[in-house]
């Protein structure tokens, strides 16, 4: 059973335009949510947070919205950029458990 | 200040051979993980430690796998004897703690290929 989800594999997004990915999750006790960007041969970079007492955080370009009542979280990135070309993971955790992930969206930037 | 480092970055093995992986958390961070992955799926845990003590290993494969934290710093994770399912990244992170507020910070994997 996965707690957290990124239902669309790949997203393509022409440069200067909005990117928005999505994650689901289904643990109601997960109170931080994570986004990590990934190229590739090398590990995750942690990108931005949000605790679940927020519904927004903003960090320059990146964004990222949360839903409780939907358990729904998404990252917006704008103007998209093509060196954000990445695996982007959505990770979520409660306490001190670990962090689960999803399996990732590949976005592609297109100049 | 530096992050997480692992080695080594590649290894290619054949089956039943042991391999080790080492990794050095960023200065001050108590807590360090090991994780998995593999091709097309997010990062799954191994093992979590708090200083040297283990405090979650259940997704360890305690037949094969095993993982040392000796002084609370360094870490080793040794797979013995590898299996052509092995073939992942293994990826080392650390926080400062495990509270959930703490960012987790990943090093850039040890690529492992069982032949």
Redo the contacts between chains.
Sequence with gaps: DQQ?KQNSPSLSVQEGRISILNCDYTNSMF??F?W?KKYP??????LI?I?SIKDKNEDGRFTVFLNKSAKHLSLHIVPSQPGDSAVY?C?A???????V????TRLSVIA | EAGVVQSPRYKIIEKKQPVAFWCNPISGHNTLYWYLQNLGQGPELLIRYENEEAVDDSQLPKDRFSAERLKGVDSTLKIQPAELGDSAVYLCASSLDGNSGNTIYFGEGSWLTVV
């Design positions: 957290v109170d931080y994570l990590y041969a090398e590990g995750p970079t942690f947070s605790s993971f990770a955790r409660s306490g001190n458990t670990p962090l992930f999803g399996k990732g």
